[in-house]
């Protein structure tokens, strides 16, 4: 395997890591949200 396959497969890695716990905040900040408005559907 060469270096930079290594390297870009860290980098996709990471990249994924990022997403789910930028995916996770939003969701998070989406419930606390509805917590404090409370649940008016």
Do not use: S
């Amino acid at each position: 395997m060469k270096l930079e396959e290594e390297v870009v497969r860290r980098q996709r890695e990471r990249a994924r890591i990022l997403a789910w716990l930028l995916g996770g905040f939003v969701v998070l900040l989406f419930f606390i949200t509805i917590a404090k408005t409370g649940i008016n559907w």
